[in-house]
């Protein structure tokens, strides 16, 4: 019942802003499982599930049996499991199925791409009565027999899982067999009303599942990625479906390219986590009341999976389902320098004289990009003839330590020798028939490399060996795009979902792990064009993402509009993936299609400096904008700005570094570490730094506001310059702030480590020395870290990075390396307090030295004067 009212309304609200491309994606009412589940929420008034029989694990701390489903015609047995993992559980429904047949009857779950593992036995205690009782720490789950979990943390409520009876396991049946129970609706079980899907035969019919989750005492959700809404997810309707939505408004539940079903519930004090680990087509309901929220977790199929994260910080949270998911990777160095990208780039000599403009400019970067048109004809894996010769532009690029970066889709053109081979060896992904699917996209009429088959990787390593287009470079990386997948004519601009992948899968099981699928086997065969003692880490970008995504590749939000909304809606967007596990994620500086206003195009830079990926880009209709386009005062903006990330590069991926072993996110809202504050969505700190950003997002903006949200003092640190001026914590500030300012503050306490001197590429940066400056808090102390390695190679991995730890207060500063590589060294030293001091020195980082600072001098102290 109590579903009713929120669901009204918010089909009231889709159609108040329909917009241009709507019509191509379904709603709600739309889609047969989802309408129909709404249908059971409404009408739901008892348990029609029961838990019948279990069996304890004696090694592993799992318990396994039957739950029975009620109907008027007799019971349906499913299975059930639940196991405890490091920090939640996982429980697991699923069906026995044996349908004859081309599709794989059996229900899909993406668990196999995950790490899970049940603890040891000795770590729980289980009782059995009515209720079985499952503890560990200060955790106790209550199952009980007519099917309801609860949890407690600290002998208090914190979860109720199925409370509202809204588990519903639509199981196997025949078309007109009846068996319903009887809130169940029959809308559109057995074929599909919508017209771009009329098509789909539906060969398993009804087989969706749902269940909600009632988080009590938690108030603020995040995470379900990816939406162009507010961090905060608010009483709305998410849908998870990787599509190609191109040309979309913002402040929207529809979905987007990827798709994370993660999500971060906090309060004031603690956090708790869940993971509904499920491939197919997903809608969760989220509806606030009082304390508490309540998701309703709708998928098309697959087998019911998923973990709870219970009662813990936030950090350990993220930690515990990175552990399951993966890290992100560490990225090498040059891809958190500045990328300059548009469609397209013409021809060899255009991509060279770019180059020199930068350098011209005096504007660091690192990276250009070649999107679809550099191909012959829209063939991967082939150049046209305005590049005629790519390692002669590599190796001019590599000259000033520069990349290129080739987009390659999955989408293969129709009659060539790669869309031959798959064809042949029966490699792509398959229509309903179990035949070659073409569809429309880029090339044409093209087929879909089936990066699920196995067999694919073996051609797919053919094809990126040095031999074949990217040459023996090092310096050429990929763009992995279109991979949701896009298809011009199919519905919803993608995959039909009866299409068939390796397996017998329907694409309707697996639809949402196929854009990671692609960008892995991409990232395995750049892992393999190389020597193993000489081996890069390579660099991806993906559009299409999934829970996992973030070991191998970056992320974008894809085709944004050059307007200010976009820019505004961007910094959300950023911050969400990074509580969802996918911190290297960037917007499109400039906006993708238009032309963005000098001032405009200037905010994007300076708000673009912080996202972790850090690109320009622009539609093939956009005129040129690269930064000296607008010309000046607006292009020596932009070079401030592109200079500050450079100078930053230190802290950015030290706080990389930070994320890739505890999955804490690079950038984090202010909630994240305060607690307080769960609303703000347009300011951030950049990892541990202690550097607070609220960049301008507005135009005309002659004053900005911004909520210093932690106690204690935040020193003035607009563009990234240190001043002496503070502001009392805690507070809401206001400063007056031009076109050339970025507002930034220090919170007192911390050190930052930057790399001012001007390069023209990251890459000539890695032996510069560091400028180290000392904020002290008011108890005059601060400390700080720094990690960095050569940036290129996986030799980190044996212990060749350098780590250092300092601590300062007004006198002395104290150096203690964790980890030593290399000559690196600190020429200048500025401690921020009540004045500033600059020491010019020479420290290496080489060893554990404690320095003192007197007047205008700085000396080592050895050992009886410590
Ligand atoms: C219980 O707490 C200990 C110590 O924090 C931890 O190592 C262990 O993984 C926890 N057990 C579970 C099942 O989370
Ligand atoms: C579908 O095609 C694949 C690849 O050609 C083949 O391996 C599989 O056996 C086929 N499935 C059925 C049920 O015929
Ligand atoms: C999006 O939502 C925000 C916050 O509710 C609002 O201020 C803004 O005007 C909305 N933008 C559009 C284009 O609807
Ligand atoms: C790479 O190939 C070019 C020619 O294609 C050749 O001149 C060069 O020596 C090769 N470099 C390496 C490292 O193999
Ligand atoms: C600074 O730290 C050193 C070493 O910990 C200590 O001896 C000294 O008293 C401190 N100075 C002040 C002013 O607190
Ligand atoms: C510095 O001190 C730490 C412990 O305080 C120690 O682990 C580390 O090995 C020392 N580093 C060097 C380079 O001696
Ligand atoms: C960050 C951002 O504004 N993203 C938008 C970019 O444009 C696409 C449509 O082209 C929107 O869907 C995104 O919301």
Same mark, same amino acid.
């Given at each position: 019942?109590?579903?009713?009212?929120?669901?009204?309304?918010?089909?009231?609200?889709?159609?108040?802003?329909?917009?241009?491309?709507?019509?191509?994606?379904?709603?709600?009412?739309?889609?047969?499982?989802?309408?129909?589940?709404?249908?059971?929420?409404?009408?739901?008034?008892?348990?029609?599930?029961?838990?019948?029989?279990?069996?304890?694990?004696?090694?592993?701390?799992?318990?396994?049996?039957?739950?029975?489903?009620?109907?008027?015609?007799?019971?349906?047995?499913?299975?059930?499991?639940?196991?405890?993992?490091?920090?939640?559980?996982?429980?697991?429904?699923?069906?026995?199925?044996?349908?004859?047949?081309?599709?794989?009857?059996?229900?899909? *779950?993406? #668990?196999?791409? =995950?790490?899970?593992?049940?603890?040891?036995?000795?770590?729980?205690?289980? $009782?059995? %009565? @009515?209720? &079985?009782?499952?503890?560990?720490?200060?955790?106790?789950?209550?199952?009980?027999?007519?099917?309801?979990?609860?949890?407690?943390?600290?002998?208090?409520?914190?979860?109720?899982?199925?409370?509202?009876?809204?588990?519903?396991?639509?199981?196997?049946?025949?078309?007109?067999?009846?068996?319903?129970?009887?809130?169940?609706?029959?809308?559109?079980?057995?074929?599909?009303?919508?017209?771009?899907?009329?098509?789909?035969?539906?060969?398993?019919?009804?087989? *969706?599942? #749902?269940?909600? =989750?009632?988080?009590?005492?938690?108030?603020?959700?995040?995470?379900?990625? $990816?939406? %162009? @809404?507010? &961090?905060?997810?608010?009483?709305?309707?998410?849908?998870?479906?990787?599509?190609?939505?191109?040309?979309?408004?913002?402040?929207?539940?529809?979905?987007?390219?990827?798709?994370?079903?993660?999500?971060?519930?906090?309060?004031?004090?603690?956090?708790?986590?869940?993971?509904?680990?499920?491939?197919?087509?997903?809608?969760?309901?989220?509806?606030?009341?009082?304390?508490?929220?309540?998701?309703?977790?709708?998928?098309?199929?697959?087998?019911?999976?998923?973990?709870?994260?219970?009662?813990?910080?936030?950090?350990?949270?993220?930690?515990?389902?990175?552990?399951?998911?993966?890290?992100?990777? &560490?990225?090498?160095?040059?891809?958190?320098?500045?990328?300059?990208?548009?469609?397209?780039?013409?021809?060899?000599?255009?991509?060279?004289?770019?180059?020199?403009?930068?350098?011209?400019?005096?504007?660091?970067?690192?990276?250009?990009?070649?999107?679809?048109?550099?191909?012959?004809?829209?063939?991967?894996?082939?150049?046209?003839?305005?590049?005629?010769?790519?390692?002669?532009?590599?190796?001019?690029?590599?000259?000033?330590?520069?990349?290129?970066?080739?987009?390659?889709?999955?989408?293969?053109?129709?009659?060539?020798?790669?869309?031959?081979?798959?064809?042949?060896?029966?490699?792509?992904?398959?229509?309903?028939?179990?035949?070659?699917?073409?569809?429309?996209?880029?090339?044409?009429?093209?087929?879909?490399?089936?990066?699920?088959?196995?067999?694919?990787?073996?051609?797919?390593?053919?094809?990126?060996?040095?031999?074949?287009?990217?040459?023996?470079?090092?310096?050429?990386?990929?763009?992995?795009?279109?991979?949701?997948?896009?298809?011009?004519?199919?519905?919803?601009?993608?995959?039909?979902?009866?299409?068939?992948?390796?397996?017998?899968?329907?694409?309707?099981?697996?639809?949402?792990?196929?854009?990671?699928?692609?960008?892995?086997?991409?990232?395995?065969?750049?892992?393999?064009?190389?020597?193993?003692?000489?081996?890069?880490?390579?660099?991806?970008?993906?559009?299409?993402?999934?829970?996992?995504?973030?070991?191998?590749?970056?992320?974008?939000?894809?085709?944004?509009?050059?307007?200010?909304?976009?820019?505004?809606?961007?910094?959300?967007?950023?911050?969400?993936?990074?509580?969802?596990?996918?911190?290297?994620?960037?917007?499109?500086?400039?906006?993708?299609?238009?032309?963005?206003?000098?001032?405009?195009?200037?905010?994007?830079?300076?708000?673009?400096?912080?996202?972790?990926?850090?690109?320009?880009?622009?539609?093939?209709?956009?005129?040129?904008?690269?930064?000296?386009?607008?010309?000046?005062?607006?292009?020596?903006?932009?070079?401030?700005?592109?200079?500050?990330?450079?100078?930053?590069?230190?802290?950015?991926?030290?706080?990389?570094?930070?994320?890739?072993?505890?999955?804490?996110?690079?950038?984090?809202?202010?909630?994240?570490?305060?607690?307080?504050?769960?609303?703000?969505?347009?300011?951030?700190?950049?990892?541990?730094?202690?550097?607070?950003?609220?960049?301008?997002?507005?135009?005309?903006?002659?004053?900005?506001?911004?909520?210093?949200?932690?106690?204690?003092?935040?020193?003035?640190?607009?563009?990234?310059?240190?001043?002496?001026?503070?502001?009392?914590?805690?507070?809401?500030?206001?400063?007056?702030?031009?076109?050339?300012?970025?507002?930034?503050?220090?919170?007192?306490?911390?050190?930052?480590?930057?790399?001012?001197?001007?390069?023209?590429?990251?890459?000539?940066?890695?032996?510069?020395?560091?400028?180290?400056?000392?904020?002290?808090?008011?108890?005059?102390?601060?400390?700080?870290?720094?990690?960095?390695?050569?940036?290129?190679?996986?030799?980190?991995?044996?212990?060749?990075?350098?780590?250092?730890?300092?601590?300062?207060?007004?006198?002395?500063?104290?150096?203690?390396?964790?980890?030593?590589?290399?000559?690196?060294?600190?020429?200048?030293?500025?401690?921020?307090?009540?004045?500033?001091?600059?020491?010019?020195?020479?420290?290496?980082?080489?060893?554990?030295?404690?320095?003192?600072?007197?007047?205008?001098?700085?000396?080592?102290?050895?050992?009886?004067?410590?």
């Amino acid at each position: 019942m109590k579903w009713v009212g929120l669901i009204f309304i918010l089909f009231l609200q889709n159609h108040l802003v329909l917009g241009a491309k709507h019509y191509l994606f379904k709603t709600c009412e739309q889609s047969g499982f989802c309408k129909r589940n709404i249908h059971y929420a409404h009408n739901i008034e008892e348990n029609y599930y029961t838990i019948d029989s279990f069996n304890i694990d004696e090694t592993k701390a799992y318990i396994s049996g039957n739950l029975i489903k009620s109907i008027p015609q007799g019971e349906i047995s499913l299975n059930w499991q639940l196991g405890i993992v490091n920090g939640g559980f996982r429980f697991t429904v699923d069906e026995e199925r044996h349908v004859k047949g081309i599709v794989n009857s059996k229900r899909f *779950s993406p #668990a196999n791409e =995950f790490n899970i593992e049940y603890v040891s036995r000795d770590q729980v205690s289980i $009782e059995k %009565s @009515d209720i &079985l009782h499952i503890s560990y720490n200060s955790t106790v789950i209550k199952v009980y027999p007519k099917f309801k979990i609860e949890v407690y943390d600290d002998k208090k409520l914190t979860m109720q899982i199925n409370d509202d009876n809204l588990l519903n396991f639509e199981h196997y049946r025949l078309n007109n067999e009846g068996q319903m129970n009887t809130p169940e609706s029959d809308f559109n079980m057995f074929q599909d009303d919508f017209k771009d899907s009329r098509d789909d035969k539906l060969p398993l019919g009804p087989e *969706s599942i #749902a269940l909600d =989750f009632k988080f009590k005492g938690y108030q603020h959700l995040y995470g379900l990625p $990816e939406h %162009s @809404d507010s &961090l905060e997810l608010g009483d709305k309707l998410y849908r998870l479906f990787n599509v190609d939505i191109f040309e979309y408004e913002i402040n929207s539940t529809l979905p987007m390219y990827g798709s994370i079903p993660f999500l971060l519930a906090m309060n004031e004090q603690s956090s708790m986590g869940l993971f509904w680990i499920n491939a197919a087509d997903t809608y969760v309901d989220v509806k606030h009341s009082n304390q508490d929220t309540s998701t309703h977790w709708i998928s098309e199929n697959g087998v019911m999976d998923f973990i709870v994260f219970t009662k813990d910080s936030n950090r350990d949270i993220q930690k515990k389902y990175g552990d399951i998911t993966g890290f992100t990777v &560490l990225p090498p160095l040059f891809s958190l320098g500045y990328h300059q990208c548009r469609w397209n780039y013409n021809d060899e000599a255009d991509v060279l004289d770019i180059t020199e403009k930068f350098d011209e400019y005096e504007i660091p970067y690192d990276t250009i990009w070649l999107d679809i048109e550099y191909t012959d004809n829209k063939k991967y894996f082939t150049w046209n003839e305005n590049f005629p010769n790519p390692t002669r532009m590599l190796q001019a690029l590599d000259h000033t330590g520069r990349n290129l970066v080739v987009i390659i889709d999955p989408h293969i053109k129709k009659d060539y020798d790669v869309s031959n081979y798959l064809v042949e060896n029966k490699l792509t992904i398959m229509n309903s028939q179990n035949s070659t699917y073409y569809g429309h996209c880029w090339p044409g009429e093209s087929v879909w490399v089936d990066s699920l088959n196995p067999k694919v990787q073996q051609y797919w390593d053919s094809l990126h060996t040095s031999s074949g287009f990217m040459g023996n470079s090092s310096n050429v990386h990929i763009w992995n795009d279109m991979n949701e997948i896009s298809v011009f004519d199919g519905p919803e601009t993608s995959s039909p979902k009866d299409n068939l992948h390796y397996g017998g899968w329907e694409d309707r099981s697996v639809h949402n792990i196929n854009g990671m699928k692609f960008h892995e086997i991409t990232y395995d065969s750049l892992i393999k064009r190389q020597q193993e003692t000489t081996r890069q880490r390579p660099f991806i970008l993906t559009r299409s993402y999934f829970s996992g995504s973030q070991k191998t590749a970056a992320m974008w939000t894809g085709d944004n509009m050059s307007k200010w909304e976009y820019l505004k809606i961007s910094i959300p967007m950023v911050l969400n993936n990074g509580l969802a596990g996918m911190p290297f994620a960037g917007a499109d500086v400039g906006g993708f299609f238009g032309d963005p206003s000098k001032e405009l195009l200037t905010r994007w830079y300076q708000t673009g400096i912080f996202y972790p990926f850090f690109r320009a880009h622009a539609h093939i209709d956009s005129r040129r904008r690269e930064p000296w386009i607008p010309g000046d005062p607006f292009t020596s903006y932009i070079r401030d700005a592109i200079k500050l990330r450079y100078a930053l590069l230190p802290v950015f991926y030290t706080s990389f570094y930070e994320s890739s072993i505890n999955g804490a996110p690079v950038l984090k809202p202010i909630f994240y570490d305060t607690g307080k504050h769960f609303d703000i969505e347009d300011e951030f700190y950049i990892g541990n730094s202690g550097i607070l950003v609220k960049p301008v997002t507005e135009p005309d903006v002659k004053e900005q506001k911004i909520i210093l949200p932690e106690s204690g003092k935040y020193y003035n640190f607009v563009n990234g310059i240190p001043s002496t001026v503070t502001y009392k914590g805690d507070e809401t500030i206001s400063i007056p702030v031009t076109l050339n300012d970025i507002p930034m503050f220090v919170k007192g306490g911390h050190i930052i480590f930057t790399q001012p001197r001007y390069r023209r590429s990251s890459k000539l940066m890695v032996n510069d020395p560091y400028t180290i400056t000392v904020f002290l808090d008011e108890n005059n102390k601060a400390d700080g870290d720094l990690y960095a390695d050569d940036g290129e190679s996986f030799n980190y991995q044996n212990g060749q990075f350098l780590k250092v730890h300092v601590e300062a207060n007004e006198s002395r500063i104290n150096f203690v390396v964790e980890n030593s590589w290399n000559a690196k060294y600190i020429n200048k030293v500025i401690v921020v307090g009540k004045d500033i001091k600059t020491f010019n020195v020479k420290i290496s980082l080489n060893g554990n030295y404690t320095f003192k600072f007197e007047n205008q001098h700085i000396h080592e102290l050895i050992h009886d004067e410590l």
